[in-house]
């Protein structure tokens, strides 16, 4: 059963850089049919696509994000990484990491993490 | 780049009710299209992709239909387990974007 499991500080001063790990157990990130996803969620609210990585290291980001965030990929331990810049407080979230299922480019999620809330506070 | 917009925002069903939900995109996206369920404190849960394919272990009380630029889920008898919040996401391009969800509330 593949499991995804987001690791990382849960409180992030502003104007710092958020930096989240996803492990994935179950299964290689290395498969040439998924693609590796980051999703937030701000307390009350919906869900938002931070953007997506292939594991030969293509990426994809949301436009309204594509300056601050730097996804990345690590075979060997088989975990992807998410790192946000310049965080402000609208910036705190739960974070969720999720495979999806895809073709020529990223479909829809199949798994996901359980989540893990960031805090943005001095 | 392309936005969802479901409707209604909330919605009050009692058990054994229809209860349809409908995602509109800004453009067609052909069938691509997916619907996930979450509930409180719990990562989303995928139900329907493709426009109208269940995902495996997902009861049969839960269709999608449409194409182009219209989507509805539809619970055919809405049980306790179904009240929660629903989610439409496009996947028609490269940059993915979700509805605003729907919540199904006890009525």
């Known amino acids: 059963q593949l499991q995804l499991q987001e690791s990382g500080p849960g409180l992030v001063k502003p104007s710092e850089t958020l930096s989240l790990t996803c492990t994935v157990s179950?299964?290689?990130?290395?498969?040439?049919?998924?693609?590796w996803g980051w999703i937030r969620q701000p307390p009350g609210k919906g869900l938002e696509w931070i953007g997506t990585i292939y594991y030969s290291g293509s990426t994809y980001y949301n436009p309204s994000l594509k300056s601050r965030v730097t996804i990345s990929v690590d075979t060997s331990k088989n975990h992807f990484s998410l790192k946000l810049s310049s965080v402000t407080a609208a910036d705190t979230a739960v974070y969720y990491c999720?495979?999806?299922?895809?073709?020529?480019?990223?479909?829809?999620?199949?798994?996901w993490g359980q989540g893990t809330l960031v805090t943005v506070s001095s | 780049d392309i936005q969802m917009t479901q409707s209604p925002s909330t919605l009050s069903a009692s058990v054994g009710d229809r209860v349809t939900i409908t995602c509109r995109a800004s453009q067609s996206i052909s069938t691509w299209l997916a619907w996930y369920q979450q509930k409180p404190g719990k990562a989303p849960k995928l139900l329907i992709y493709k426009a109208s394919s269940l995902e495996s272990g997902v009861p049969s009380r839960f269709s999608g239909s449409g194409s182009g630029t219209e989507f509805t889920l539809t619970i055919s008898s809405l049980q306790p387990d179904d009240f929660a919040t629903y989610y439409c996401q496009h996947y028609n391009s490269y940059f993915l974007t979700f509805g605003g969800g729907t919540k199904v509330e006890i009525k």
């Open positions: 999720a495979r999806h299922r895809g073709g020529t480019s990223p479909y829809y999620f199949d798994y």
């Open positions: 179950g299964g290689s990130i290395s498969s040439s049919i998924y693609y």
